[in-house]
């Protein structure tokens, strides 16, 4: 599973988190519930995988057999909220995940390689865990690299 297989999902749109504005983002009601997925503008064609090293703190490159260029996939209530107040502004309501991907995205100079795309539905946990485990079947028992950090 990658970006494009995403579509047949709803993700046909992608937005450069570097020039994501409020504007873009569905708001005309008070709460967007949905499934948000980041990932790389584009994979470089050297790299397989990136995985989080926690001993030393940073990405590090590996080989691996499969590609795949969704870094994460996520589901909130309220998309506003959890896109431009938690990854973009940094404001910690969330788990210490949200955080550290904010923390990568602001700090870890990520913010101009990464693109998200989102679909709105009431049903966004039971869509999260689909693509989840769909991922999971495809890569191995891998998850997208930034939703185990």
């Known amino acids: ?4 297989s995403l579509a047949q999902h709803g993700f046909v749109k992608w937005y450069s988190l570097n020039k994501l504005t409020i504007s873009d983002l569905p708001y005309n009601q008070e709460r967007v519930p949905g499934v948000y997925v980041f990932r790389l503008r584009e994979m470089p064609p050297e790299v397989d995988d990136i995985v989080w090293d926690r001993n030393k703190k940073k990405w590090e490159i590996v080989e691996v057999k499969t590609v795949s260029d969704i870094l994460y996939i996520g589901e909130t209530g309220d998309l506003i ?11 910690p309501k969330y788990a210490s995940t949200t ?11 990520y913010l101009e390689d990464v693109e998200i795309s989102w679909v709105i539905t009431e ?6 865990d689909f693509l989840r485990k769909k991922h999971k079947q495809e890569y191995n028992g891998k998850r997208p690299p930034w939703n185990h950090i």
Do not use: A, T
């Open 1 to 4: 599973m990658d970006s494009k």
């Open 99 to 109: 955080q550290r991907i904010h923390d990568l995205l602001l700090r870890g100079e």
């Open 81 to 91: 909220e959890r896109i431009f107040g938690n990854y973009l502004g940094g404001i």
């Open 123 to 128: 049903n966004h946990k039971k869509l999260e």
